[in-house]
């Protein structure tokens, strides 16, 4: 039996385009060209059934080596935290002072893209903040 070399993540949302530009922003992840025969994502969305019209976005890593995100619709909101979630690893191989100037660094990149700090937490030599990306869902910057 083999084993399994790639997977994607799935978003449930309630705007999948808007939800998935957000974290290209956060990756640095590109959006991928829309579906063969058609010239734009737009051309795309307007050949779909009214009710499918922005159904679903992706975005993935432009080097091939990260997983792809996928961003689909779904008709119930956000209700409680998550039970899995993103640690975007901005301070790998940093500790203490040094650590935590990364994260603070980014977090302040992040928040007017829509990104809410929720809380830090320092130990003094380890340190994470924990966020919300703009659906309310909670990532981590590690």
Request: charged share 25%; glycine share 8%; aromatic share 10%.
């Amino acid at each position: 039996m083999s084993s399994i070399k790639q997977f994607q993540v799935t978003f449930d949302c309630a705007e999948p385009e808007r939800l998935a530009r957000f974290w290209c922003e956060v990756l640095g992840y590109v959006v991928p060209p829309p579906p063969a025969g058609f010239a734009t994502w737009d051309d795309f969305n307007r050949s779909q059934a009214p009710e499918d019209q922005g159904s679903w976005f992706a975005c993935s890593d432009p080097s091939g080596v990260g997983p792809r995100l996928y961003f689909q619709r779904v008709p119930e909101g956000k209700v409680a935290k998550n039970r899995l979630h993103l640690d975007v690893r901005v301070g790998t191989g940093l500790v203490g002072e040094e650590r935590l100037a990364a994260l603070e660094a980014e977090c302040t990149r992040l928040v007017p893209l829509g990104a809410v700090r929720v809380r830090l937490l320092y130990d003094g030599n380890d340190s994470c903040i924990v966020m919300q990306d703009i659906e309310g869902n909670e990532f981590c910057l590690d």
